[in-house]
């Protein structure tokens, strides 16, 4: 696979946040992490995907305790202004937008933004502002402007040069930087159907290469692991399996049935709604900006 980066052999060691020059070690792990994005089995698509993704989102998440978890590790501000990158339909953006003077909410869908701005409207929240791109076009300073705090939960983009997604959310941010990822990205129901479906279960990079890549670019950050428990809960089996299955691509219907009656049999059904226990690590990278 030929670098798309320009090496600095030289000094191997510099930051390079401030330039296009990159060192052979995070040129290596960047390569190392797109190509294990290019090829995980379950992931995320287009802007219709994740409109499509939007309006089969579970009907509730039952105890979950993801939101309350980041928050408590999250310095805010009440002169904050903060940036939620891939901010979907706003489980961190509203509990924020309560704490800090403004929050902007970036995504790619403008149908989640659309159920942001309702949330935002129940709760007479007037300091939230939308903006639908993709954060892989974003120019800081033309079509956005530095916040005090970025957060990218649950939605580092994973389409196109990650060092370059990297480098704009800390240009992005005046003060600190947040990103979630999991911590065991394998799981036991997507093992399960990729046995079923006779091919190799490939799940997402783990969060110590994303550490590494960022060290490697000269960012110092810190790493917080915690525990996500509760379950998502669906309305139907076809919800469940956009939600699940994600953008994977079947070789025929006959495939795509079989999935649907095995989560038939593997989700518990109660009062007409199906759901998947939840019990997940995560990780929380975040590091400060020096001023």
């Not at 550490?211 to 917080?224: F, K, N, P, T």
Request: with cysteine; net charge negative; hydrophobic share 40%.
């Amino acid at each position: 696979m030929d670098s798309v980066y320009k090496v600095d052999n030289m000094n191997k060691h510099s930051s390079s946040m401030n330039n296009e020059v990159v060192t052979e070690q995070a040129a290596n792990l960047a390569r190392c992490w797109q190509d294990g994005i290019k090829h995980a089995t379950f992931k995320g698509s287009s802007q219709d995907f994740w409109d499509n993704w939007a309006k089969s989102l579970p009907a509730k998440t039952a105890g979950s305790n993801y939101v309350e978890e980041v928050l408590a590790r999250m310095k805010l501000l009440n002169t904050d202004s903060v940036l939620d990158v891939g901010a979907g339909t706003g489980a961190m953006a509203i509990p924020i937008a309560e704490r800090v003077h403004t929050l902007t909410a970036l995504d790619q869908s403008p149908y989640m933004l659309e159920v942001i701005r309702e949330k935002a409207s129940k709760r007479g929240l007037k300091n939230i502002a939308t903006i639908s791109i993709n954060w892989a076009e974003v120019q800081i300073g033309r079509d956005i402007e530095a916040h005090d705090v970025v957060l990218v939960s649950r939605s580092l983009p994973s389409q196109g040069d990650i060092i370059s997604s990297l480098r704009s959310i800390d240009k992005a941010a005046k003060r600190s930087c947040y990103i979630t990822w999991k911590a065991d990205s394998r799981d036991a129901l997507e093992e399960e159907i990729c046995d079923r479906l006779g091919i190799q279960y490939r799940p997402f990079p783990d969060h110590q290469l994303l550490y590494d890549l960022l060290c490697s670019m000269g960012i110092r950050a810190d790493v917080d692991i915690f525990r996500i428990t509760g379950q998502s809960v669906y309305h139907s089996i076809d919800d469940a399996f956009t939600q699940i299955i994600r953008s994977h691509s079947f070789q025929n219907e006959d495939e795509k049935q079989a999935i649907k009656n095995m989560l038939t049999e593997k989700l518990e059904y109660s009062n007409g709604l199906y759901s998947q226990k939840k019990n997940n690590l995560w990780a929380l990278i975040h590091w400060n900006k020096i001023l």
